[in-house]
C-alpha cells in the first residue's frame, strides 16, 4: 500500500513538474501532446528529467552526439513515460514492455488497446496516443521542390504549384504549408503502419479521399507556432487535432 501510494505521488510530481493536467480520459481515444523546448538551451537545463527514465532510455538519449538531439529524446521520454504511468497505473507493469516491431516501430507489449507515435523537429516534441494504430509527424513548415518532385503524386504537386502562384500575388506561404502539411502526412502514414521510409511515398495518397477509403484511416492536420510547425496525425478514425491538440511549454521552467 505503502509503495502504491509513493508511486501515485511520483507520478503526480513528474506531471506537474512538467505543467500537465492531472485530467484522465475514459479511454485513449486520440490524444495529441506537442511540448515546445529550447534546443538552444543546455542539456543540463533539462537532465532534472532524467531521474524519471528508465536506463535504457538515459543510453540512448547519450548516444545523441548534439546537445538538441539529445533535449527532443528526453523530453519525448517524459512524454511517453507520463502516460504510460496513467495507463498503468492500474495494472501490473511488469507485464508490460516496450520493444520494437520489424522496422523498428516502438510499441507496448501485453498492451491492445496502448498504442503511441512520437516525432520531434526543431523546437517541438510531438506525441499522439489512442487505442488503435496511430502515426504522428511534426516538421519545420518549408519547401523543397526537388523532395516533392521525387516523392509527390502529380495530385500533390499540382497542389503546391496553385499555392505558389496564389503566394506570388501577395507574398504568402501557402505553398510551404501545403508542402509540410502533405509531408506531415505521409511521415505519420508510415508511422501508423510501422513500415519506415520506403521508395513508394508518392503512393501515399494523403490529398486522395480514395486512398484514405482504401487504408480505411484518416489525416488530420494543423500548422502551429504562427504557422513556422505543422503537425499532422494519421489515425483509424475521423478526427480534428485542432480539438485534440494541447501544447505545452517545456522552456517555462527552465527561466
Not at 498492451?111 to 516525432?119: G, L, N, P, R, V
Amino acid at each position: 500500500m505503502v509503495h502504491r501510494l509513493v508511486c501515485i505521488m511520483r507520478r503526480q510530481f513528474l506531471l506537474l513538474e512538467a505543467g500537465v493536467s492531472l485530467l484522465r480520459q475514459e479511454k485513449y481515444e486520440v490524444k495529441i501532446r506537442v511540448a515546445r523546448i529550447n534546443p538552444d538551451s543546455p542539456y543540463e537545463a533539462y537532465a532534472i528529467y532524467e531521474k524519471y527514465l528508465p536506463h535504457e532510455r538515459k543510453e540512448k538519449i547519450q548516444r545523441f552526439r548534439f546537445e538538441p538531439d539529445k533535449i527532443r529524446s528526453l523530453i519525448a521520454g517524459v512524454l511517453l513515460r507520463q502516460e504510460l504511468d496513467v495507463y498503468l497505473a492500474d495494472k501490473d507493469a511488469d507485464a508490460y514492455e516496450i520493444k520494437k516491431g520489424e522496422h523498428g516501430k516502438p510499441y507496448l507489449a501485453g498492451a491492445d488497446d496502448f498504442h503511441f507515435s512520437i516525432s520531434h523537429a526543431g523546437a517541438y516534441v510531438a506525441l499522439a496516443i489512442d487505442e488503435q494504430p496511430v502515426g504522428i509527424d511534426v516538421e519545420l513548415v518549408q519547401i523543397r521542390e526537388a523532395v516533392a518532385r521525387r516523392f509527390y503524386s502529380e495530385r500533390e504537386q499540382e497542389e503546391i504549384r496553385f499555392m505558389q502562384e496564389a503566394d506570388a500575388k501577395d507574398d504568402g506561404k501557402r505553398a510551404e504549408i501545403a508542402f509540410t502539411k502533405i509531408w506531415t502526412g505521409k511521415e505519420a502514414y508510415l508511422k501508423y503502419t510501422g513500415n519506415g521510409i520506403t521508395n513508394a511515398l508518392a503512393e501515399i495518397g494523403v490529398l486522395d479521399p480514395s486512398f484514405w477509403r482504401k487504408e480505411q484511416i484518416y489525416f488530420s492536420g494543423t500548422a502551429i507556432a504562427d504557422d513556422t510547425y505543422y503537425v499532422t496525425v494519421c489515425t483509424q478514425k475521423q478526427v480534428s487535432i485542432s480539438d485534440k491538440i494541447v501544447i505545452e511549454d517545456m522552456t517555462a521552467a527552465l527561466a
